[in-house]
C-alpha cells in the first residue's frame, strides 16, 4: 500500500555561507518526480565532507540543482516519474542524489537507486551511496586496483576509508591505511587493513616502503591533497596510480619533483561525483549491483554507522564531522 504523500515537508537549508549556525530548518512544498525520477520518503540521509564545503561556500550545487544540501539517502519510493524503468512504490532503496538528500522527501534520479541490501535497515543502507559510489569508481574502475595489488588509502576510519578498505580487501588486494590516532588504526585492521599507519608519529611514505620491501603500493585512494601530493608519488610502486577525489588541505602543490611520474612510468588521475552526467552515475550503479551488492547482501561488507542524529540536530551533525572525531558514517534521520 503506498504511502499518504503530504503536501508539506521540512527540509534544510543554509542562511548564507558559514559555520554550523547557519542551518535552519524550513517547511516548503514536497517536490514532484520528473521523467526518469521517483520521489522517496526519506528515513535517513547521509552527512559527508561536501556538505560542510556547500555550507562553508566552498562547493555551489551544479546549475539547476536544489540549494539543499545532502547527497545520499535512504527510504520508500512514494511516486515515480515517467520512465522510471522497474521501479515500484513501495521499494525500498537507497540512493545517490546530486543535492537535496537533507529533507523528509527527495527526488533521485532512478538510475542511481539501488535496493536495500537484506541484513541492512533502512537507516544503515543511507551510508552506503555516497561513499560507495566514490570508492568503487575510483578505485575499482579509475584505479584499476587488480586482485594481488597492493592498496593505500588515506583517512582509513572515515566513510570514503572505511568503505575503501572493505572494497579493496573483497578485491583480493593488501590494505594499508593511514589514520590520525592508535584508535583509528585499530579500528582499520577491525576492518580488514593488513596494516596501519598513524600519520601524526611516522611518516607514511617510509612506512610503505618498509611494508612493501621498498616497492611500494600500486594505488592510492588520497583526500587531503597538496600535502601529501610528493610523498604519495614517492610511495607508488612502478606504475603505480595515484586517485585524487578531494583536497582537504590544499589542491595548489608549489613545489614537487615530476620526475617520479616519468622514471617509474605513474598514473596521477582523479574524478568528483556529484557534477559527473546522470549516466555515469547509473552506469556506475550497475557496477555496484553486479560486483559490490553481492558482497552486502551476505554480509561480508557493510557501512560502518558512527553516530545518528535527529532531523533538528544537523548542526550538531556537522560539528562531529567537523572534529574528525568519528569512526565511520554520520546520518540524519527524518523520524519517518
Not at 103 to 127: D, H, I, M, T, Y
Not at 135 to 146: C, D, H, P, T, Y
Not at 219 to 248: C, H, K, T, W
Not at 282 to 303: F, H, K, M, N, T
Amino acid at each position: 500500500m503506498s504511502t499518504p504523500i503530504p503536501e508539506t515537508m521540512r527540509q534544510i537549508r543554509y542562511t548564507e555561507a558559514g559555520g554550523p549556525e547557519v542551518i535552519a530548518v524550513e517547511t516548503v512544498p514536497v517536490p514532484k518526480p520528473g521523467p526518469g525520477q521517483v520521489l522517496i520518503e526519506v528515513v535517513a540521509a547521509g552527512v559527508n565532507r561536501p556538505d560542510i564545503m556547500q555550507r562553508e561556500g566552498k562547493y555551489p550545487p551544479p546549475k539547476g540543482a536544489t540549494e539543499v544540501p545532502g547527497l545520499e539517502v535512504s527510504g520508500r519510493i512514494v511516486a515515480l516519474g515517467e520512465g522510471a524503468g522497474t521501479l515500484s512504490i513501495g521499494d525500498e532503496v537507497c540512493a545517490l542524489v546530486i543535492s537535496g538528500g537533507y529533507a523528509e522527501f527527495a527526488v533521485a534520479q532512478a538510475g542511481q537507486c539501488l535496493p536495500r541490501p537484506k541484513p541492512l535497515s533502512l537507516v544503515e543502507a543511507a551510508g552506503l551511496p555516497e561513499t560507495y559510489f566514490t570508492v568503487f569508481s575510483n578505485v575499482v574502475e579509475r584505479g584499476r586496483l587488480k586482485a594481488g595489488e597492493t592498496f593505500l588509502v588515506h583517512g582509513g576510519s572515515s566513510g570514503i576509508g572505511s568503505t575503501a578498505i572493505q572494497i579493496a580487501k573483497h578485491h583480493g588486494a593488501t590494505v594499508f591505511a593511514t589514520a590520525g590516532s592508535d584508535e583509528k588504526c585499530a579500528f582499520c585492521r577491525d576492518l580488514g587493513a593488513d596494516a596501519a599507519i598513524n600519520y601524526r608519529t611516522a611518516d607514511f611514505a617510509d612506512e610503505v616502503k618498509t611494508l612493501t620491501g621498498g616497492k611500494g603500493v600500486d594505488v592510492i585512494l588520497d583526500m587531503v591533497g597538496a600535502p601529501y601530493l610528493a610523498r604519495n608519488l614517492s610511495a607508488l610502486a612502478v606504475e603505480g596510480r595515484l586517485v585524487q577525489i578531494a583536497f582537504m588541505q590544499g589542491y595548489k602543490a608549489e613545489s614537487f619533483s615530476m620526475t617520479p611520474i616519468m622514471m617509474k612510468r605513474l598514473t596521477f588521475t582523479g574524478s568528483t561525483l556529484r557534477a559527473r552526467p546522470d549516466a555515469d552515475k547509473a552506469q556506475i550503479a550497475r557496477g555496484l549491483a553486479s560486483q559490490v551488492w553481492p558482497l552486502l547482501e551476505d554480509g561480508r561488507i557493510r557501512p560502518i554507522i558512527h553516530a545518528t542524529f535527529p532531523f533538528d540536530q544537523a548542526r550538531q551533525a556537522h560539528e562531529l564531522m567537523e572534529s574528525s572525531a568519528h569512526l565511520g558514517k554520520i546520518l540524519l534521520l527524518t523520524g519517518r
